[in-house]
């Protein structure tokens, strides 16, 4: 519903079938420390908020049921949630083509996946992987660090940390443009699964969600993290999609169609937890 194209390539993927964008989802938090293990507890944001308990998150259940699990962190950890499962670090790489001035481009996680996978268990591996790639995505407030060149469709960027200091529509040039860099990481990322799915028998499938959104001045606010209960819905409003091989579809029985038809319905984070356990088999 952008008028920008922000999404060229996954727009192609949608119109080849299995993507579908879910247009109206609340994130559990305003930011990473609060959302990701809110949005990887079974608890929900609610009963999260309230307990002092501890409970095994969603890679520990995953890694309970045989699977192999690796997360893969371009950005600033995973927050205890990977203490327990095999773990790789991208951004302090030195990668010329991707990494510069301490941090790395999101193709990073990509690079050398497929010998990451076959250094996993053999005998998980054989009942399957799940990947988490933790992207830099579009944190502020550095935005003109978080696309390369070739990616940034609109011109002039803000080239400053200090966002006040820039005309809002460099601000939102600069924005959009991680934005586009994101829509090409998750486009190469169905590519690859795809390929892998060429390769052996295997269903395949991604599922997208922000830990939470970014405030570009409006109200005079930027960045994120304020508190929920007064923070604005630039803040709050995360954008989620999947993306569903044709074989993963046949397996679970899924109609396309009937996920586009409750693609608009209210979601939040409280949903992912139990949607990745159908669709894992769990």
Not at 223 to 249: C, D, N, R
Not at 254 to 276: E, V
Request: overall charge neutral; proline content about 6%; charged content about 20%.
């Amino acid at each position: 519903g952008y008028p920008r194209a922000t999404n060229p390539q996954l727009q192609r993927l949608q119109a080849e079938g299995g993507l579908t964008y879910f247009s109206d989802v609340r994130s559990c938090g305003t930011n990473t420390q609060a959302s990701v293990p809110c949005m990887f507890s079974h608890l929900g944001k609610e009963a999260y908020e309230a307990s002092n308990q501890r409970f095994e998150n969603l890679l520990d259940v995953l890694q309970r049921a045989g699977l192999a699990v690796l997360w893969i962190d371009n950005q600033s950890g995973c927050k205890g949630l990977c203490e327990r499962v095999d773990q790789a670090l991208t951004r302090t790489l030195e990668d010329p083509a991707l990494c510069s001035g301490g941090e790395c481009l999101d193709e990073i996680m990509l690079k050398g996946l497929d010998q990451r996978i076959a250094a996993l268990d053999a005998t998980r591996r054989a009942r399957g992987v799940v990947l988490v790639l933790h992207q830099m995505g579009s944190h502020g407030p550095a935005y003109y660090r978080r696309s390369p060149p070739a990616f940034k469709s609109f011109l002039p960027e803000c080239e400053s940390n200090v966002l006040q200091k820039c005309p809002r529509e460099q601000l939102v040039n600069t924005y959009d443009n991680s934005i586009v860099y994101t829509d090409h990481l998750l486009a190469s990322t169905v590519r690859w699964l795809q390929g892998v799915a060429r390769q052996r028998p295997v269903d395949t499938g991604l599922l997208y969600v922000s830990d939470h959104g970014e405030s570009l001045g409006e109200n005079n606010l930027y960045l994120h993290g304020l508190p929920y209960a007064i923070a604005p819905k630039f803040q709050t409003h995360v954008p989620m999609l999947s993306w569903i091989s044709p074989e993963l579809q046949a397996r679970l029985a899924l109609r396309p169609d009937c996920l586009r038809q409750k693609a608009g319905a209210p979601l939040t984070h409280d949903n992912l937890f139990h949607s990745m356990l159908g669709l894992l088999d769990v």
